[in-house]
């Protein structure tokens, strides 16, 4: 069964404090590993996907990474607009619609 | 237009009540998903649409009824619920089966209370 964990559960940092959030997953096949967004009483909102092994993608403060066994996501200088629920998900298989998304860690940055 | 808009934003209902839940999103997308959530839990998959065919149903109570009349719409039929079917049900959609990039483009939501 395809397994997501996520860590910390909660994070606060002060403005400016940069850090990792930290998604360990266990599926057989990764298709692909998608980071998202989550404003309270809001949907989530796609960040990146990473398919492989040593990729890499950036969006403003952000920075998502992948290894075999887990994902980062690097918060650089981070701003109070920046807090949210961070989660992590993983599709196994081509054309396998289903995603199983981790907990997520609750971020908050204070000014 | 990247949105998937759903109605009503809020919604308060009784045991016996009959309630609709709509999704709408006009990016040509060919798979539609219902997702539940619970406070600080993850979106759990209730149910997937692709190509207008019920693909996944991930063990849903039958209370729940979805359907798809078109690409671009996608409903979500409720009767009978209990209280702890209170949550926030998610629609979202995505490109399709055969595309390589499977992300999914979420709505608000739908904040269920049930009593």
């Known amino acids: 069964e395809d397994q997501v964990t996520q860590s910390p559960e909660a994070l606060r940092l002060q403005e400016g404090e940069s850090s990792s959030l930290n998604c360990s997953y266990t599926?057989?096949?990764?298709?692909?590993l998608f980071w998202y967004r989550q404003d309270p009483g809001k949907g989530p909102e796609f960040l990146f996907t990473?398919?492989?092994a040593g990729e890499e993608k950036e969006k403003e403060r952000l920075k998502a990474t992948l290894t075999k066994k887990e994902s980062f996501l690097h918060i650089t200088a981070p701003k109070p607009e920046d807090s949210a629920t961070y989660l992590c998900?993983?599709?196994?298989?081509?054309?396998?619609?289903?995603?199983?998304f981790g907990t997520g860690t609750r971020l908050t940055i204070i000014p | 237009d990247t949105e998937v808009t759903q109605t009503p934003k809020h919604l308060v209902m009784g045991m016996t009540n009959k309630k609709s839940l709509k999704c709408e999103q006009h990016?040509?997308?060919?798979?539609m998903y219902w997702y539940k959530q619970k406070a600080k839990k993850p979106p759990e998959l209730m149910f997937v649409y692709s190509y207008e065919k019920l693909s996944i149903n991930e063990s849903v109570p039958s209370r729940f009824s979805p359907e798809c009349p078109n690409s671009s719409l996608l409903n979500l039929h409720l009767h009978a619920l209990q209280p702890e079917d209170s949550a926030l049900y998610l629609c979202?959609?995505?490109?399709?089966?055969?595309?390589?990039?499977?992300?999914?483009?979420f709505g608000s939501g739908t904040q269920l209370s049930v009593l």
């Open positions: 998900a993983v599709q196994a298989g081509f054309g396998n619609e289903k995603l199983t």
């Open positions: 990016m040509g997308h060919r798979a």
């Open positions: 979202a959609s995505s490109q399709g089966r055969a595309t390589v990039d499977e992300k999914l483009f």
């Open positions: 990473l398919y492989s």
């Open positions: 599926v057989s096949g990764l298709r692909g």
